[in-house]
């Protein structure tokens, strides 16, 4: 029996490394290619528009339709993405692929951003309101009724609702070992303690969950990059050699070094992408869901929240943990088998291993308690579509307790199809996405010509008329 089980897990583990090293690492980087050419290279052409229109209206109530704000629907989508992955995955990437798997995690991010545009877009248009009156969208809403195939729409909800299972059973576990190596604590009263704070928040639905997400995500980062910058200034000196060692073997293949197995170039691929998709979840389809609440008053305007997520995400908070592993030399000095740890020893080295390995554990298990909570409301928005708000009830349910078992260490066997569902869940959203390339332009072009064009023509009014009035 262990030895058919030891041959499945193999197959599955061959499968999901050939569908993210080749078709979807193709899909995603053509795809998100030809979604940036369609909108014509919007996230690059109006980058400072996006600034502005997001962190830049932060703080401005608005009376448009919708049940959260958008900046609560930011930092819910993005409380499912900032965590671990940032944290923990990454390290991973880099032990695994190398240096080079940063540069491919960029490239995903800066292509990736015209995918979630156009996911968070579309999520908007075609959302609407269930029987408590509350706004809901996603995929399974622009597949079915942009383009009508019903049967697609269900396939994604169905994969996305099973996915989530063993999502929130890895990341539970990976804050249950990391409190019990760092405080002894047992790793069943984690799991007791994040199934009691993931339900308080939960239950008070997407209302709740936002005021939670606003509140802790943003300073949470700021402290998170606040400690990995201090590194990474503390090394400044390698910054030169580390930005080498990521193009280079972007490209070329590493050898061993110290800890550090050596990568092909297609672990460097496989991996970038993967983890990258991971951290911004473009292509998932995903953060339409949450976006889908926020209030506003044309689709584009709520989806530049996309562009930005991504940029923060990918580009700021993975960077800024890949360099300081790769700066510090911890990617060299930690084998493959604990990576997870290794941005502690790399925190640990400028401010002791204590210090690195509690900091590190402390904000994991902050991060995982709002991701969990922001990854059980989309599970249930899935069973709500696919059955009924009685579902929605049974599998948040199901999550809270698939939290406790991950945390033990419970039905391991069903982790090894992450990989595997998490591809069915992306080539069910991302090509209904590209088949959609018309109505994504027309929205960008419509946005563009009478929101942001009457904008600029405004403010030059207004600045003209200030002239005038100080002559």
């Known amino acids: 029996m262990g030895d058919l089980w030891n041959s499945i897990k193999e197959g599955i583990t061959a499968i999901s490394d050939f569908l993210w090293t080749y078709p979807l690492a193709i899909i995603l980087i053509l795809g998100g290619i030809f979604l940036t050419i369609r909108i014509k290279f919007f996230q690059f052409r109006f980058f400072g528009h996006v600034l502005h229109q997001t962190i830049g209206q932060i703080f401005k109530k608005t009376e448009k339709k919708g049940t959260i704000t958008p900046f609560q629907a930011f930092t819910s989508a993005l409380a499912s993405t900032a965590g671990a992955t940032n944290i923990v995955g990454v390290p991973v990437a880099i032990s695994l ?48 009724k942009a383009l009508g195939w019903k049967w697609v729409s269900t396939a994604f909800a169905f994969f996305l609702m099973i996915e989530l299972i063993p999502s929130t059973m890895v990341q539970s576990n990976s804050i249950a070992t990391q409190t019990e190596g760092a405080f002894g604590w047992p790793v069943e009263i984690t799991g007791i303690v994040m ?9 008070g639905g997407i209302k709740r969950i936002a005021k939670v997400t606003d509140k802790m995500v943003p300073g949470m980062v700021l402290i998170y990059l606040a400690v990995c910058l201090y590194v990474i200034f503390a090394n400044i000196d390698q910054i030169p050699n580390v930005f080498g060692l990521i193009f280079t073997h972007a490209f070329t293949p590493i050898s061993a070094t110290g800890g550090f197995a050596g990568a092909a170039v297609a672990q460097a691929l496989r991996w970038g992408i993967a983890r990258g998709l991971y951290s911004n979840e473009a292509g998932l389809g995903t953060a339409s869901i949450a976006h889908a609440a926020a209030k506003t008053d044309h689709p584009s305007r709520q989806a530049l929240w996309g562009i930005f997520s991504v940029f923060v995400d990918t580009i700021v908070i993975c960077t800024v943990s890949g360099l300081t592993v790769l700066v510090t030399g911890a990617w060299q000095e930690v084998g493959g088998s604990d990576a997870s740890n290794m941005i502690n020893v790399a925190i640990g080295s400028e401010f002791g291993d204590a210090f690195g390995g509690s900091f590190i554990t402390v904000f994991l298990l ?21 059955f009924s708000l ?31 569902i998490l591809a069915f869940v992306l080539l069910t959203n991302i090509i209904p996405l590209l088949f959609l390339h018309k109505e994504i332009a027309a929205l960008t072009d ?26």
């Open 390 to 420: 009685r579902a929605a009830k049974i599998m948040r349910i199901v999550y809270i307790v698939a939290v406790f078992v991950g945390a033990i260490g419970g039905l391991q066997f069903v982790w090894q199809f992450l990989d595997l």
């Open 366 to 386: 902050f991060f995982v308690i709002t991701t969990i909570g922001v990854l059980v409301f989309y599970g249930e928005k899935q069973a709500e579509y696919l």
């Open 195 to 203: 199934c009691a704070a993931i339900a308080i928040v939960v239950f």
């Open 446 to 471: 419509d946005y563009v010509n009478r929101v942001y064009k009457k904008r600029t023509k405004k403010r030059k009014v207004e600045l003209f008329q200030e002239e005038e009035d100080a002559s």
């Open 97 to 144: 692929g190398g240096p080079g798997a940063l540069f491919w995690m960029w490239l995903v991010a800066l292509i990736g951003m015209a995918t979630k545009y156009s996911e968070i877009l579309l999520g908007m248009k075609y959302r609407e309101k269930n029987d408590k009156n509350i706004w809901v969208g996603g995929p399974q809403y622009y597949i079915k």
